[in-house]
Every structure is written in C-alpha cells, then in structure tokens.
C-alpha cells in the first residue's frame, strides 16, 4: 500500500505552495482558537469579547486575504480590551492581541 502512494506522479507529490496570506489567515486563526478557550468563563464584559470573536470568525471565512480588515479587526480587539474590568483578563486579552499582531507579520518560507 505504501509502495502505492510512492508510485504518485510528480504532480500530484508538489504541494501547494503557501503565500504570506495563508501564513498569516493560519496564524490569526490560530490566536483566536487560543483567544477563546481564554474567554471561556464567564467574566465582567464577556459578552464584547464573544461578539468580536464571533465576526472574527466570519471574516476568516472569507476566501480572500485583505490585510487592511485584519488591521482594523485588531484594532476592534484592542478597544474591547479597554472595555474590560476584569484585570487578569485585560492582561490575558492583551498578550493575544499583541500576539495577533506578529501573525499579521508571519511571512512564508521561502523555497
């Protein structure tokens, strides 16, 4: 059976090669996915951070990669943060939106 998956033309053996969007869409994914096991419990402005979670999620829907909507989603982020009381939870939330912004920066390897 192996033998069979090496016998595969070179075509299909090439992967597909990623672009500085899909680094960044995969990395911003993954800093929400660790955004919302942070907000799982219920705290003092939850529900402002749920909401920015939830449009989050329908803009990494979308097929196509505009950076300018990351930007202002973080910019969102951070005005939210500020609309925080629970202290802990702003210190949290302001880790994942400094680590957003490295996403926003992730490049792909060059070949």
């Known amino acids: 059976m192996a033998k069979a ?4 033309s070179p075509e299909k053996r090439k992967r597909k090669v990623q672009t500085d969007e899909d680094v960044k869409r995969k990395a ?24 920015w979670i939830e449009e989050m999620d329908e803009l990494l829907k979308k097929p196509e ?7 202002q ?6 005005d939210v943060i500020e609309r925080i009381l629970d202290e802990e ?6 880790d994942s939106w400094y680590s957003f ?3 926003l920066d992730k490049k792909a390897k060059q070949q």
Not at 34 to 39: L, Q, R
Not at 73 to 78: D, V
Not at 89 to 94: A, D, G, T, V
């Open 73 to 78: 989603m973080r910019k969102k982020l951070n």
């Open 65 to 71: 990669f505009e950076l300018v909507e990351y930007i």
């Open 5 to 8: 998956a090496s016998n595969k």
């Open 101 to 103: 912004g490295r996403a």
């Open 28 to 51: 911003v994914k993954l800093v929400v996915s660790h955004m919302k096991k942070k907000v799982a419990k219920d705290f003092l402005g939850s529900q402002h951070i749920n909401e």
């Open 89 to 94: 939870m702003r210190y949290k939330l302001r």
